[in-house]
């Protein structure tokens, strides 16, 4: 399910519901944008961004977007790398374990929300400006941004000092101990790791372990390694 809020100018009093099938509906509620656009997106195919067209004219132009996506965005490292590099003053990109549903709200006056449909016929997006529905919807967005990870434009794999100190720790090893292992000193250890949580998008060491877990970029041996200076 996709959000998009938009923030701006009062909406004049019109029908609190109106239903859009075609894509050219969307994006002429989405062109109307002038202040900010608040996109939640579950996961799109691999190939595909969550972002239309009528999106990236609108940030070229200068309209505040934050965009919240599922975790496992981070899997696909084009998609990722695309995402984050969008990411500027005007434009937030944040990514959570997991999203209830899909929403877009725009200038704080218009909610974009799927609609089910009867008779299994696809479902179509409604478009609310009833101020009750919007708020709703603006409310459920702001509790989702706020315990989410930031995405930055990151490099998917993990070098092989950093791989190993995650395998070290993750095999209930304390920092002085993997220091000893790695040659590094302390200070060294919790400066990697707390590089390599920014760039897992993890929020504790114990996220990372299994972030990196997942994606098979733990060390599978402690092997002495080079030396590195601490």
């Not at 959000?3 to 969307?26: D, E, F, N, Y």
């Not at 002429?28 to 004219?57: F, I, K």
């Not at 309209?63 to 975790?71: A, P, S």
């Not at 209830?100 to 479902?123: I, N």
């Amino acid at each position: 399910m996709t959000v998009q809020m938009i923030p701006g100018r009062a909406a004049r009093p019109a029908a609190p519901l109106v239903l859009l099938s075609t894509c050219a509906g969307i994006d002429a509620a989405l062109t109307a944008a002038t202040g900010e656009v608040l996109l939640a997106s579950t996961l799109p195919p691999p190939t595909a961004s969550p972002l239309r067209r009528v999106d990236l004219d609108n940030i070229a132009r200068g309209v505040r977007y934050r965009v919240l996506l599922d975790d496992r965005v981070r899997e696909l490292p084009a998609l990722a790398l695309r995402l984050g590099q969008l990411a500027d003053g005007r434009t937030e990109v944040r990514t959570l374990a997991a999203l209830p549903a899909d929403l877009t709200v725009v200038d704080g006056a218009t909610a974009l929300m799927p609609v089910e449909r009867d008779s299994g016929r696809p479902a179509e997006l409604a478009m609310f400006r009833l101020p009750s529905v919007v708020a709703t919807a603006v409310a459920l967005f702001e509790r989702l941004w706020q315990p989410a990870t930031p995405l930055t434009a990151w490099q998917a794999d993990l070098s092989w000092r950093e791989r190993e100190l995650l395998a070290l720790l993750s095999a209930g090893c304390t920092d002085e101990s993997s220091a000893a292992r790695l040659g590094v000193s302390v200070r060294t250890v919790r400066r990697m790791m707390a590089a390599i949580m920014d760039q897992l998008g993890a929020r504790s060491r114990f996220q990372a372990g299994l972030k990196a877990a997942n994606r098979g970029l733990l060390a599978t041996h402690h092997a002495a390694g080079p030396d590195y200076a601490g």
